[in-house]
């Protein structure tokens, strides 16, 4: 009798401890510049997503000058901008440590394309640099997404490579 009432009992403590530790699901579905989540001691806010075409053009890459015109990069897909303010709320260092991914309605993750970094302002390009207890920085992004691919969506993290929660953004496009 003493061993199930301790099994109870532990079963119960471990439920009500795993229920604490959950992310709560947004009732409505975040979608658009503007829609915020915080997951861990992150919060997410979606700045800007927009769908610049097939073609980035070379006048727009950061390294254009009068000495220097980049040619323009065509994709068979098209091209996805996405700014994201990462806001650390928590008491110590963290990142969007991994990047962020996009996920389609299909499931298929797609990551930022390295080789667009040239088109991203400087300032918002922050791949791996950590954020302090209370700072923020817009993290930009491109990718290359095949026309088919629709509900394109955030996945949000805690800042480690394998968090075990994410939660999504639906960019509105």
Known sequence: MKF??????????????????KV??????????GSSTTVGDL???????TDKGNTLY?????????FYQAT????????????????????KPNSA????????AQGRTFEPEIDLLQWIPTDQRNYVESLNPGE?????RIYDIPTDATE??????????????TVPIFLGL
Request: hydrophobic content about 40%.
């Open 43 to 49: 919060t997410w806010t979606l700045s800007e997503a």
């Open 136 to 140: 923020s920085a817009i993290y930009t």
């Open 152 to 165: 394109l969506r955030v996945l949000t993290h805690n800042g480690t490579l394998f968090s075990p929660k």
């Open 58 to 66: 070379g006048i727009e890459n950061v390294l254009s000058s009068a």
């Open 72 to 91: 323009d990069k065509t994709t068979t897909g098209t091209y996805i901008w996405v700014s994201i303010n990462l806001e650390n709320q928590g008491n």
């Open 24 to 33: 709560p699901e947004p009732t409505e579905p975040l979608v658009g510049a």
């Open 4 to 21: 199930l009432r301790f099994f109870l009992v532990t079963l119960l403590c471990t439920s009500l401890a795993l229920t604490a530790c």
């Open 97 to 104: 440590l991994g990047g962020f991914k996009l996920l389609d």
